[in-house]
């Protein structure tokens, strides 16, 4: 197993000891030949080497454009996907398992400890069960409630969401999308998890409604003393709602450290573009600089960094070597840039 200790601690974490840790993290999907996925013929780096710890009660936020990487990372986490390399270490109960290691059948018991919140409230409940059902499923599969058992978890935590115990005998069409994503908020707490991933999870949902569902889940994560991962790129929601921030950038993490460093004086050229793109509480703060151009293309990335063709602040080194992700400064900071070479 990789040594914990490469990852520094999470500033104020009150528990050194992660919930887990990921270790080179690889995904690569093979190119489509002659209606064949063929490795042969090129592979797509979706993830390329990504490593990060996340400790218990943390909120880690991954954010970068689409293509990044993001989703693809989480999925490879939560074994949505599997890896293609690296370590997923996860603590359950006295023992650490790697996850990207076990076979379905071995998953199966850790998956009411890791469960997932996603991105569409409208696609992601079967609109043929009523909200009880669906709150409730999770437990009849595992077979860890029935009866009248069932029924009072399921009613306390509808309760818990803001939504009535009579609410339990209605279908999902019949709730806006506020109320849908939280439903899909009860059907993954129900299960008392140790790990969240939530994947965009109020991006569908418009401006106001985000702002009540964020609530529900911070204050769902100080009840259920959750971890979570959240993956999202508006980087207002994240700074609400995360402690540390992880920046991807063609399948790899380019700056990670926590919410306030990334927010209050970001070191990436990267990082600084995203805080450029968007309006800030105090935009005298941000970078001028535009992000131009498109994300790099992950199945033919530049030499070097990749992020290299949009960056005003490149020079040669960057064109001919790829940085590694390390201290900034001496800090708990880590950025992948030449910039902060010594």
């Known amino acids: 197993m990789s040594d914990v200790s490469a990852i520094p601690v999470a500033p104020g974490a009150a528990n050194p000891e992660p919930l887990l840790w990921v270790r080179h993290l690889r995904k690569h999907f093979p190119f489509r030949d002659g209606g064949r ?12 080497d990504v490593t990060f710890d996340l400790r218990p009660g943390e909120t880690l936020g991954l954010v970068g454009e689409s293509g990044s990487g993001k989703t693809t990372t989480v999925r490879c986490i939560v074994r949505a996907l599997t890896p293609t390399g690296g370590e997923v270490w996860f603590r359950a109960g006295d023992r650490v398992v ?3 290691r076990l076979s379905e059948h071995a998953l199966k018991p850790l998956r009411p400890a890791i469960q997932m919140i996603f991105q569409d409230p409208f696609s992601s409940l079967n609109p043929r069960m009523t909200v009880g059902q669906i709150v409730g499923e999770p437990l009849v599969i595992h077979r860890l409630a029935r009866g009248s058992e069932l029924n009072d978890r399921v009613d306390d935590m509808l309760r818990k969401i803001g939504l009535k115990p009579e609410h339990r005998i209605r279908y999902p069409h019949t709730f806006s999308g506020g109320q849908r994503q939280r439903i899909g908020i009860a059907r993954a707490l129900i299960m008392r998890p140790s790990l969240i991933v939530a994947d965009e999870a109020v ?9 009540q569902v964020l609530n529900l889940l911070k204050d769902l994560q100080a009840e259920f003393k959750l971890t979570c991962i959240f993956v999202s790129h508006n980087l207002a929601v994240v700074r609400h709602l995360c402690n540390r921030v992880a920046v991807m950038y063609a399948g790899r993490i380019v700056e990670l450290a926590d919410t306030t460093a990334i927010f209050g004086d970001p070191r990436h050229p990267y990082t600084q573009a995203l805080h450029a793109a968007v309006l800030l509480q105090d935009p005298d703060r941000a970078v001028a600089f535009d992000l131009a ?7 033919n990335l530049p030499p070097g960094c990749a992020f290299h063709p949009r960056c005003p602040r490149c020079f040669a080194s960057c064109k001919e070597r790829r940085p590694e992700l390390r201290p900034v400064d001496g800090t708990d900071r880590l950025a992948a840039c030449h910039l902060y070479e010594t």
């Open 203 to 211: 991006a569908a949902l418009d401006v106001s409604v985000q702002a």
């Open 98 to 100: 790697d996850l990207a």
């Open 293 to 299: 151009g498109e994300v790099a293309d992950p199945g």
């Open 37 to 48: 996925w063929r490795e042969a013929a090129g592979v797509i780096r979706a993830v390329e």
